[in-house]
Each structure stands twice: as C-alpha cells, then as structure tokens.
C-alpha cells in the first residue's frame, strides 16, 4: 500500500515528523508532497522556509521514502495516483483550503483516506508566536534598552529560560518514534 502525504509544513517540527512516521507506520512506502510557496500563502500566509527548504528538511526524514516538490495545497485523485499511492493520509485536525473546501472530503468519500492522530502539545503557531517575541525583543534592544517599561523586561526576563512546553510525556513521546523491533544479543544500545 502507498501513501501520500501532504508536505504543507511551513515551519518542519516534531509533530510534522510525528505524522510522516505515522502515515509510514500505515503504509509500506510513503510519499510526501511539498505544496508549492504561492499555494502555502494562499493557504497560510507568508512562508518562513521556502519550497527547496522545506523539501530538503523533509528529504532527511527517515519515514519518507519520496519527497516530491511542486505540488498542490489541496491534492486531487489524479494527483496521488500519478505517484502510485492508493491513499491520501491527514491528521484529525481540520485541513481546509483557501477555497474553505475540506481537503480530506473526496478522500473520504472514493474510500482513499488514512486518518492518524495529531501529535499534541506542538504547534507551528506556538513556534512561531515564540519566535516573533523574541524578534520584538531585540529590536527593543537595539532602539534602547532604557526604555524597555518594567512589564516588558520582566515578561522577557521569563523567556531566558526555556519556556513551559505542553508536550507529551517523554516516555509517550520516545515511543512514538521508536520502532519495534527488538535489539540481538550482540547489538550495542546507546542512550542520550
């Protein structure tokens, strides 16, 4: 059975490979599109990595078995089976597209969809929320850190260490990335 996958990750993060490997875990060979940069803004917004960047991440993921470039936000029928899949894999979150048509629906209804879990506690806006804050930061910085009000410095002052993630537990999160297969007698096991 062959899967495809949609690459509409603008930001690759845990959760993102979370549903590479799951979608693998269903298949015995995965393909993971890369929606083009016109369709991810049409669809998200302005893009933090690029097509060939988001790609070449994705390329370097041990689940994927193809990483194809160019492809639509919103894949067709015609689409999938021009790659050899059978299947259309998406989280059970929402996925709607620019149109506010329900990307997974023709999936659904031609009995080509494979539905896996979405990895809680990480988000692309979360990272990205994170990111824009610490941006504002330094430019406050670099304008004058003397005007910096008390509020603020102590908000950030929070920031300097990591801050409270809502992931999953560790032993959750290690288990849904390894594999199963038991070590041989002679195998050395390294744990960091």
Known sequence: MRIYLDGGFDLPHSGHYNAIRQSRNMSDYLVVGVAT?????KV??????????????????????????????????????SEGCNYYAHGDDPCIDSEGVDVCQVFRENNM?????????????????RLLKLADYNN????????????????????????????LSTSRRVVQFANKNMPNKDDVIVYI
């Open 37 to 41: 940069d016109y369709e991810m803004t």
């Open 44 to 81: 998200k917004g302005p893009t933090i990595m690029n097509e060939n960047e988001r790609a070449e991440v994705l390329r370097h993921c041990k689940f994927a078995d193809r990483v194809i470039q160019g492809c639509p936000y919103t894949p067709s029928i015609a689409t999938i089976q």
């Open 113 to 129: 969809f494979k539905l896996f879990k979405r990895t809680e506690g990480v988000s692309t806006t979360d990272i990205t929320a």
């Open 140 to 167: 406050q910085i670099q304008r004058n850190p003397e005007d910096l009000n008390f509020e603020y410095k102590a908000s950030i002052e929070k920031m300097e260490t990591p801050p409270m993630q809502k992931f």
